[in-house]
């Protein structure tokens, strides 16, 4: 007689209420922040990363008893210090504000000579090895923080995960899996490194600029408009975030912007007067009115 083996569902098989999903993200999140007792005033870290309509905002924040406390920030609307005035949103701008991020962190710690992560001449290797992270973990004592993407899905290739792949070439340690980067194949289950250099390049915005140009010439250009205006071409995007990766890693302090004196504007309303002033006005009207009426008197005299 045939004994069948009784399986166990798991979480996929049913779908999670909306109070049990509630209830499943902030387990999550108290895992992120909460630290071991044997760790006394150690924070925690984790690289929390938000995307806007126009904007990038990645951050490493450590949780406290009074609150969260930001110890580094980045912003894609910085990238144009650094050469990118266009497509602040895309891919290749989440994996350039992530290594902005990891670049300007370790230098803050001054480990930024020591922890340079990965850069190109290594990057090829690792890419092929599928081992991103490997100068980070095998030396000791590199900055560590966990991702924190809120309530964004983690599909395959999802910009969030853009700015993870920055900060890990930047020289931050940050637990991950290669299995939802872009170029990652399900069936022979291996990252193509050719695939992801392309999406960390721009090469899929230059092969949608290519494909507008030849089928579609009108909604090219008022698609890629600004481009068109700076002057960029699909051939030179490549190398346009070649410059911006290496303006990063030269100079990845943030910059501050410099900002007008305020300018004096026009008083509709009459300013309030002050006690001493309103008793000098007084007098003044008083004045007035006593001379006018000597006046009318003078006047009235001359006529009689």
């Known amino acids: 007689m045939l004994k069948l083996k009784r399986v166990r569902p798991t979480s996929r098989d049913f779908k999670l209420s909306s109070r049990e999903g509630e209830r499943a993200r902030r387990i999550i999140g108290i895992r992120l922040i909460n630290q071991d007792k044997n760790k006394y005033n150690t924070p925690k870290y984790r690289l929390v990363a938000r995307f806007t309509n126009k904007d990038i905002v990645a951050q490493i924040i450590h949780a406290s008893i ?22 602040l949103t895309n891919y290749a701008a989440a994996y350039c504000v992530g290594l902005l991020l990891a670049r300007r962190v370790l230098k803050q710690l001054e480990m930024d000579t020591e922890y340079e992560g990965n850069v190109e001449v290594y990057s090829m290797l690792f890419r092929q090895l599928g081992m991103t992270s490997l100068l980070n973990q095998q030396r000791a004592g590199s900055f560590r923080a966990l991702l924190d993407v809120g309530l964004v899905r983690t599909t395959t290739g999802n910009h969030v995960l853009g700015v993870l792949k920055g900060a890990l070439d930047g020289g931050v340690d940050i637990p991950h899996s290669e299995k939802r980067f872009a170029g990652f194949n399900k069936d022979s289950k291996q990252l193509d490194p050719k695939v992801h250099r392309k999406y960390t390049y721009g090469g899929h915005v230059a092969a949608y600029m290519k494909n507008l140009m030849e ?90």
Not at 67 to 80: K, N
Not at 244 to 260: F, Q, Y
């Open 66 to 87: 009074s609150g969260d406390i930001v110890l580094a920030a980045a912003y894609s609307h910085e990238l144009p210090h650094y050469g990118l005035e266009v497509g």
């Open 215 to 304: 089928d579609e010439p009108e909604k090219y250009q008022s698609h890629f408009s600004e481009y068109i205006k700076r002057g960029i071409e699909p051939d030179s995007i490549e190398g346009m975030y070649k410059k911006v990766h290496a303006a990063i890693r030269a100079d990845p302090e943030a910059k501050k912007s410099k900002k007008e004196p305020p300018k004096e504007h026009k008083r509709y309303n009459l300013k309030k007067l002050s006690h001493e002033e309103r008793k000098a006005k007084l007098i003044d009207r008083l004045k007035a009115l006593n001379s006018a009426a000597g006046v009318d008197n003078d006047s009235d005299k001359d006529d009689d």
